[in-house]
T-cell receptor, first 108, second 113 residues
Framework: GQQVQQSPASLVLQEGENAELQCNFSTSLNSMQWFYQRPGGSLVSLFYNPSGTKHSGRLTSTTVIKERRSSLHISSSQTTDSGTYLCALERGNNRIFFGDGTQLVVKP | GPKVLQIPSHQIIDMGQMVTLNCDPVSNHLYFYWYKQILGQQMEFLVNFYNGKVMEKSKLFKDQFSVERPDGSYFTLKIQPTALEDSAVYFC???????????FGAGTRLSVL
């Protein structure tokens, strides 16, 4: 079954609005990583966050292991934030599972 | 930041031919991965590789697939023979070790005709 579930599947925002993306996992984990996939396909690592909260500019990631969830918060969204956001779960055998992603569209 | 290079960026071949996808991982990284992504679909794990050996492979990693990293050079994914359903973008990734950040290449778009 699906080990990593992301929500929402898609999200449309007006520029300046905030976004909250969720990742829930059904198994134990060693690490959680968030990626941004550009419309052209390449992936950019946003956060490596096995637990706790991390900040990077307008982005904040919070992972709560006990609740088996991780979130990505985007504040003051911009049109250049449009793309797909993926969370990835690493388990003990170095195998990394991806969620289906959240497709974000930010309109001007 | 660290870069993973993939060569070529696009490859078009006829069904039944062999293809080799090349990946130049981040220097000093020890763990290597291949992922397959069909357009608009999920990123799917194929295989991971460490210390010259395959550690784990998924059901998508068919018998026609093989990986190697000869003499510490490119980490390669070979498909022989190719099939129509192999058309996808193949992403290579590397990491410095267990519980380390994963770095991805830009992908190789493979089209099997």
């Amino acid at each position: 079954g699906q080990q990593v579930q992301q929500s929402p599947a898609s999200l449309v925002l007006q520029e300046g609005e905030n976004a909250e993306l969720q990742c829930n996992f059904s198994t134990s984990l060693n690490s959680m990583q968030w990626f941004y996939q550009r419309p052209g396909g390449s992936l950019v690592s946003l956060f490596y966050n096995p637990s706790g909260t991390k900040h990077s500019g307008r982005l904040t990631s919070t992972t709560v292991i006990k609740e088996r969830r991780s979130s990505l918060h985007i504040s003051s969204s911009q049109t250049t934030d449009s793309g797909t956001y993926l969370c990835a779960l690493e388990r003990g055998n170095n195998r990394i599972f991806f969620g289906d992603g959240t497709q974000l569209v930010v309109k001007p | 930041g660290p870069k993973v290079l993939q060569i070529p960026s696009h490859q078009i071949i006829d069904m039944g031919q062999m293809v080799t996808l090349n990946c130049d991982p981040v220097s000093n990284h020890l763990y290597f991965y291949w992922y397959k992504q069909i357009l608009g679909q999920q990123m799917e794990f194929l295989v991971n590789f460490y210390n010259g050996k395959v550690m784990e492979k998924s059901k998508l990693f068919k018998d026609q697939f093989s990986v190697e990293r000869p003499d510490g050079s490119y980490f390669t994914l070979k498909i022989q023979p190719t099939a129509l359903e192999d058309s996808a973008v193949y992403f290579c990734a590397s990491s410095g070790g267990h519980q380390n950040t994963l770095y991805f290449g830009a992908g190789t778009r493979l089209s099997v005709l």
